[in-house]
């Protein structure tokens, strides 16, 4: 089978799998729902079954099982998928390879849509789906070694059919790059360490994503997931295996929102100590492009402390922070912003314990290959009472790539950020480099309109302070 060269008719293209149709338009050719690994419950993905004659490719694939509107179940278990857009016209065209985020808990690839990244950027942009919750992370010994790591094995599939396929999209399989976003970074943090991830991609682009943060043990993921059984009902594994997926999607679920210091802490994340992934400590050698937004944790404190009180301040920052917490109250009193809530989003935000600025800086300023940092720092102009959201967590994906959910429409100066944004984000994947410099005292791009230029992140975000702490 000859997969080096698109086909000839424009919107046709041959796959390890068979042949798949997708649908033109001036700009653009689409495909959708091409599988790229088949998933059965609590097993690695395997290859999917070839399909005789054409595929056709205009719909996305069903999602990974989530939970929906009123404790519905949205989404099937043989949900890996993916969906191409690429230019019309070039060839050869360097890859991105799109991770979404949400949590480990939601999220789904056709959620994003990288038409106008693809074609102002010239690039064949990839977005897929891996399992979540429960059925790609609970690490139950009796399942298997490495069960907790079901959904980056997926990610691991998809970017082996990239490989393997991309030439007949008309993609360059020796200029991959690897983005995700929240989960999806870390997702991108834990293939930098994963022996099998190595040689499947060529840079990484992380947003929002810490690398510096410890996953989950597993010692400790066997614990949870022995405590996932009991809750469950189950005292053994053919148990968990016959559980309907309402039993399973959406599983501690209740802890998902809740406010953390550290990302760990989180009901389901990425294994470490595992065959998948051994170590954070060994970093592929890869360009990066690494950043987040200039407010990450505004939108973790509304969901919980949106009307917190000077009064109330103390204790919860204790809570949080234990011994810890006299210190950090003098460096943060309650009036150091203009709001108690607002004056634990800096905190936080400033600590990057699960996502923020100060943690980003041990990768930034420890790797062996160039990396470029940024923050984003653009308002959402989201205000509910007398909290402002700032530039929030994932503030900065719609300048990148249009959502499926509502966003109020970019102003004339936000449609310049956009476009300047697509353009560093496609130099950096056509050659490793953004267009600013490399990652060093004041060598930080802030990217907001009108205001875009270097600065020096770890000033901004005290991150001495936070390093003297320890």
């Known amino acids: 089978m000859n997969l080096t060269a698109p086909a000839a008719a424009g919107d046709l293209a041959r796959t390890t799998g068979g042949w798949v149709r997708g649908r033109a338009t001036p700009d653009l050719r689409v495909y959708q729902g091409i599988p790229y690994a088949r998933a059965t419950r609590w097993s690695p993905p395997t290859p999917p079954h070839p399909w005789p004659g054409i595929r056709e490719a205009t719909q996305p694939g069903p999602i990974c099982p989530q939970p929906g509107p009123g404790g519905t179940v949205q989404g099937a278990e043989d949900c890996l998928s993916l969906d191409l857009h690429r230019p019309q016209g070039t060839d050869r065209l360097p890859v991105l390879v799109f991770v979404p985020g949400g949590g480990f808990t939601t999220g789904a690839g056709s959620q994003y849509n990288p038409a106008r990244l693809a074609t102002r950027g010239n690039l064949l942009v990839v977005t897929l789906n891996y399992r979540l919750g429960a059925l790609g992370f609970l690490a139950h010994p009796d399942l298997g070694p490495d069960t907790g790591n079901l959904g980056l094995q997926d990610q691991q599939a998809a970017l082996r059919w990239v490989r393997a396929n991309i030439a007949a999209f008309g993609g360059d399989p020796g200029r991959v790059t690897l983005w995700g976003q929240s989960a999806g970074g870390y997702?991108?943090?834990?293939?930098?360490?994963?022996?099998?991830?190595?040689?499947?991609?060529?840079?990484?682009?992380?947003?929002?994503?810490?690398?510096?943060?410890?996953?989950?043990?597993?010692?400790?993921?066997?614990?949870?997931?022995k405590a996932s059984a009991t809750t469950l009902g189950c005292p053994d594994v053919t148990c968990l295996r016959d559980l309907p997926l309402s039993a399973l999607v959406g599983l501690h679920q209740d802890q998902v929102s809740l406010l953390r210091r550290d990302f760990n802490g989180r009901p389901w994340l990425p294994v470490t100590g595992t065959p998948t992934l051994p170590t954070q400590s060994h970093l592929a050698r890869v360009p990066l492009l690494l950043g987040g937004t200039a407010d990450e944790m505004t939108p973790f404190v509304a969901a919980q402390h949106r009307t917190l009180t000077a009064a109330e301040y103390p204790a919860v920052v204790t809570t949080l922070f234990g011994d810890d917490g006299p210190a950090i109250l003098r460096r943060y009193p309650p009036e150091s912003q203009p709001t108690p809530a607002l004056a634990l989003s800096r905190l936080l935000t400033d600590h990057g314990g699960a996502l923020g600025a100060c943690t980003q800086l041990p990768v930034a300023e420890s790797a062996r290959e160039p990396v470029y940092t940024f923050e984003f720092a653009e308002p959402t102009g989201h205000v509910v009472g007398d909290f402002p959201y700032g530039a929030a967590h994932s503030a900065e994906l719609r300048y990148l790539l249009d959502l499926s959910w509502p966003q109020p429409p970019l102003t004339p100066a936000q449609q310049e950020l956009s476009q300047r944004m697509i353009d560093h984000w496609a130099a950096f994947v056509r050659t490793g480099d953004p267009g600013w410099p490399q990652h060093g005292p004041g060598r930080t791009m802030s990217l907001r309109a009108g205001h875009t230029g270097l600065f020096d992140l770890a000033a901004r975000h005290d991150c001495g302070f936070w390093s003297r702490l320890g």
């Open 187 to 225: 997702s991108v943090c834990a293939h930098l360490s994963a022996p099998a991830s190595r040689g499947l991609f060529h840079q990484a682009a992380i947003h929002s994503a810490p690398c510096a943060n410890p996953m989950i043990t597993r010692t400790e993921a066997q614990r949870r997931a």
